[in-house]
């Protein structure tokens, strides 16, 4: 079987991006927390598709293992999730290199929009690059160990 992944990733340790959804104690709290964060996901979209210059589309919420994931078509071709908590993890799916590149400018150029004008900032977005399916992938493990690294760092 032939196969062919092109793909975008970010993960944000600083926790820089508006809509990662920061771990609350009480219930009422979280509920909250995750419509604050749902609300600045819509505007991120929004901002995203203008710089794209496709249609992204809605798919849905899933919670997988405990962790949430917004997923997104593209009216041509690939898909795009966001793993929600932080820290938050971002994926774009293709099986063509130029809409990959062109997903990843866009990407760029909406975080430019977004985020502070400082060197963090500039270090999250000059790391956001396209990779085949011959690189190493964001995995749940990986995440996982991140995760895991940053709870003992605090």
């Given amino acids: 079987m032939r196969t062919k992944h092109v793909y975008v990733a970010l993960l944000d340790v600083g926790e820089l991006l508006p809509f990662s959804v920061k771990e609350r104690k009480k219930l009422p709290e979280l509920i909250k927390e995750q419509e604050r964060a749902r609300k ?5 979209i929004d901002i995203l598709e203008k710089e794209y210059r496709e249609k992204i589309f809605y798919m849905g919420m899933d919670v997988i293992e405990a962790k949430t994931y917004e997923r997104f078509i593209f009216e041509e071709s690939g898909f795009f999730e966001v793993m929600t908590g932080a820290p938050l993890a971002m994926n774009a799916h293709f099986i063509d290199e130029k809409k990959a590149k062109k997903f990843c400018s866009a990407l ?3 975080l430019s929009k977004i985020l502070p004008k400082n060197r963090i900032s500039r270090m999250l977005i000059n790391s956001i690059e396209v990779n085949t399916e011959k690189d190493q992938s964001l995995t749940y493990e990986r995440w996982d160990r991140i995760k895991s690294i940053k709870r003992i760092v605090k």
């Fill in 40 to 44: 600045e996901l819509v505007k991120f």
């Fill in 108 to 110: 760029k150029k909406t």
